[in-house]
Structures are given as C-alpha cells and as structure tokens.
C-alpha cells in the first residue's frame, strides 16, 4: 500500500533557484539553478556547494554510477556532462529543436536515465519529441512525437516512460513496446515520478493548482499532497528510503517529505 501520508520538512529555503533535482553517489541532493545559471549540491549541514557555472540554463539532472552529471542545458538545447571534479561540462549532443522565447518553445528541461538499458530519456522540449539517447551521444532514437511541450521524465521498474506536458495539460506513457498513451486531466505539470505503489507523483506548476499530486493510472483518482508551500513547484525525486524532494524555484524552497504507513 502507498503511504496514506507523509510529514513535510523544508530542508532548503532562500539559497538560490532550485529547479531540478538528482541525487550524487554519497546520497546529496543536487539541484539546478536556471535562475543563476548554476548547478550545486545541498550539504549535510544545509549549506550549498556550487559544483558549476553555466549560464546557459542547467536544468534535468541524472548520476551516473561513476558520478558524471548529465544534464539538458536549455538556452543550447544540448546534453551536457560534467565529469566528477571537473568544474567544465562538456557537450555530448546538440538536440533537433532550438530554443526560442515563443510560449512554451523553450529549450530542453528534464531528462531521465533508464537504469535497465543504461540511456537517457530525452524530452526535446521545444519540437515535441522524446527520444531514447545512448550515454555517449552518438544514437538518438525517436520515442514519440506531437506532444506540445515534453518536459519531465521517468522511466518505472518495467522500462514504461512516463513524461510530463507542461503547455498540453497531460501525462504521456510510453510502453516498452512502442504504445504512446495521451492521460489527460492536468494543467501544467511540469515532473513526474512513479511510486512504486503504481501511483505517479506529479508536480503541477499552474497558478490555479501550485502542487504536489499523486495519482493513480488505473482508477483516475488524483490526490494533492501538498500546495500551501509552493508557487510553482518544479522538480521531484525519491530516494530509496522513500522519502520524496519536491523543489520551487519561486518559493526557494526543497521540501523533504517522509511517508507515514
């Protein structure tokens, strides 16, 4: 059974932007700073260590086992990789799209590793396509198309590809097999997560909505966990405890939430 209820603690507030979110090798949060042009790793101790400068917009982030952090940069709307220690990112591949100023035409925004085929799931934000990427850039391959802005992505235990559509208002589920299914039902969600419980934790940025919603595929139901903390509420990400992140680049906040059976 999905925990019936988590306790929220705020474990960042007002140091910096946090948009997106990862976690390294010894269990730090990481988080992109669009707004800065930064990407940085919140401390044990609550303090921030800036890992790079990159002002064309750092957003996705995923580890990888040797601790390379690869991430969509959305001003080039290219894949980046910042090896460990290394505070240069190098390019590993420019995407199709261009970003542009346009409503919801911007660069790419989050991205997803699939742990079983090792590749990045790579939502092409401004043209609407996914796209499966190996990790050296070099094989691009096309996943789905005509989604109005693909933005977050995850991959669940049974290789199925959950995106969210920011400016189309759904959640597009992608099969191992090639099935692409349109879950309508939202406004702006902008990341997503499976639960493990077959639930997806989605972060939902609209001005109407602002909040951090569990929903369950199967019967439609559609929960909200939390919105009084957010403004627009950006990343999300579990760990293996289970607890859950939910990061605001407007509310300068990253909430911990720890389950309640």
Known sequence: MAPSHYTAQVILRGKGHPDDL????????????????????????????????????????????????????????????????SQTATVVRDLPGHDSQATCKHG?????????????????????????????????HLLAAGISRPVGASVDSNGTVFVADECGGAIWKITPSGMVTRIGGFAMPDDIIPDGYGNLLVVDLAQAVHAFIRFNPASGKKEILDSQRYIEPQGILSDSSGHIYVSDDAANVIVKYTPIP
């Open 108 to 140: 790419v925004d989050g991205i997803a590793l699939d742990p079983k085929t090792n590749t990045l799931i790579v939502p092409d934000s401004p043209i609407g396509n996914v796209y499966r990427m190996s990790l050296d850039g070099k094989t691009l």
């Open 22 to 85: 990862a976690q390294d090798r010894q269990g730090h949060l990481l988080f992109s700073d669009d707004t800065t042009g930064t990407i940085d790793r919140l401390n044990s101790d609550g303090s921030v260590t800036i890992l790079l400068r990159d002002p064309a917009g750092p957003e996705g982030l995923v580890v990888l086992a040797d601790g390379t952090i690869m991430f969509g940069e959305q001003t080039t709307n290219r894949i980046m990789k910042l090896a460990p220690g």
